[in-house]
């Protein structure tokens, strides 16, 4: 009898803290990037953050999407998709807009040019949303051409995963490259951890396909490695060199 009438409040609590989850899940990813949107804004100075996070997470997510199309996994992790997306491309307007403005007499480059030299660092957000365009269009196409065989979807989820889980590699090796964590942000490392973390818990609680645990795993590894990084050359700095200019960075790349 008492479990039936703590029923009435069981069930509507279980159902809230679903909502919580799932609305952490979609727009827990994006937190890490508004101080950061916000320090780019106050600064007009993007040399602190490379777009190329941008790159990685927008072909991550654009993979991800596609996925759903061949194997349906949970609404919230394709709302999760589909809000970094727009975070993504957020950000490479401002870094754009504000590293234009900074630059004197440079030529300008354009997505059309396709010149390798120059990929991924055009003088007009238009150019930007073209290149991203025009590989959703490539993947979509491939994607719908081979939709029909389960090891191209799988391959697909495990590329989309994969490609996330390795965002922070980058940063990984210049930290070690340089035996020095400098002009990098612990705080967006920790809220980085925090966030894989409980990404990762809930895809294993949810049933999510396995890429997407393995490789949340491998991304929590990589977060904890860069903690491990700033620990160790916090208490073992390296001398600088005379004249040696170390270079600001971001998170990653």
């Known amino acids: 009898m008492e479990a039936e009438g703590l029923g009435w409040l069981l069930v509507p609590l279980h159902q809230l803290v679903s909502w919580v ?11 890490p990037y ?15 953050f490379s777009t190329h996070v941008c790159l990685v997470l927008l072909v991550a997510n654009i993979l991800r999407i596609l996925f759903w199309f061949g194997r349906h996994f949970e609404s919230p992790l394709l709302w999760q998709s589909i809000v970094m997306i ?25 997505f059309t040019d396709f010149d390798p030299h120059h990929f991924w660092h055009w003088s007009n957000f238009a150019d930007y949303v073209q290149c991203v365009l025009a590989f959703t269009g490539v993947a979509g196409y491939v994607t719908y051409l081979s939709i029909d065989s389960a ?16 965002l922070g590699v980058p940063q990984l090796y210049r930290n070690y490259r340089h035996r020095s964590t400098e002009g990098m ?19 294993l609680l949810n049933g999510a396909p396995l890429q997407f645990s393995v490789c949340g795993l491998l991304q929590v590894m990589v977060d904890l490695a860069i903690l491990g990084q ?3 050359f916090a208490r073992h700095p390296q001398k600088p060199a ?12």
């Open 21 to 31: 989850a799932a609305g952490a899940m979609v727009f827990g990813g994006v937190v």
């Open 34 to 48: 508004i101080p950061q949107y916000r320090d780019i804004r106050r600064t007009q100075n993007a040399d602190g």
């Open 86 to 110: 727009l975070t993504m491309l957020l950000m490479l307007k401002l870094c754009t807009e504000v590293r234009v403005a900074n630059e004197l007499n440079v030529k300008r480059r354009s």
């Open 151 to 166: 090891l191209f979807v799988e391959t697909l989820g495990f590329l989309a995963v994969l490609t996330e889980a390795m």
């Open 185 to 203: 942000s612990l705080k967006m490392v920790l809220m980085w951890t925090s966030g894989d973390t409980f990404k990762t818990a809930y895809f």
């Open 230 to 232: 700033a620990y160790a």
């Open 242 to 253: 005379p004249h040696a200019v170390h270079p600001v960075s971001a998170k990653a790349l």
